[in-house]
Nanobody, 123 residues
Framework: QVLLLESGGGLVPTGGSLRLSCVAS????????MGWFRQASGKEREFVAG????????FYADFVKGRFTISRENDKNTVYLQMNSLNPEDTAVYYC????????????????WGQGTQVTVSS
């Protein structure tokens, strides 16, 4: 079991930026696919971005392409989500997730989840 702890959420105006961080415990971090999901109030949780173990392959939902960037630092057991050009539709609780299988991670059935961090974008 990997423990995940997100941070970096907050309140920003439309057009602003935030960088979310997710620190993982455990020695197997560098073997894991990592991902970010979000869940807005009254909506289902949705995939935002994912990254492979090396950081060489990244995956994005269409609605964040060109605005969000996922990255990782394996020596710090940390994955990041840089979010730019935020708009009110990006308001949600953002969750970090991990799994050693990308399809499982992408489907939302990943083995480990953080507690989430709130992102609120004001209009």
């Amino acid at each position: 079991q990997v423990l995940l702890l997100e941070s970096g959420g907050g309140l920003v105006p439309t057009g602003g930026s935030l960088r979310l961080s997710c620190v993982a415990s455990g020695r197997t971090f560098h073997y894991l696919y990592m991902g970010w999901f979000r869940q807005a109030s009254g909506k289902e949780r949705e995939f935002v971005a994912g990254i492979d173990w090396s950081g060489g392959k990244t995956f994005y939902a269409d609605f964040v392409k060109g605005r969000f960037t996922i990255s990782r630092e394996n020596d710090k057991n940390t994955v990041y989500l840089q979010m730019n050009s935020l708009n009110p539709e990006d308001t949600a609780v953002y969750y970090c997730a991990s799994d050693n299988n990308f399809s499982t991670l992408r489907s939302g059935a990943g083995g480990s989840w953080g507690q989430g961090t709130q992102v609120t974008v004001s209009s």
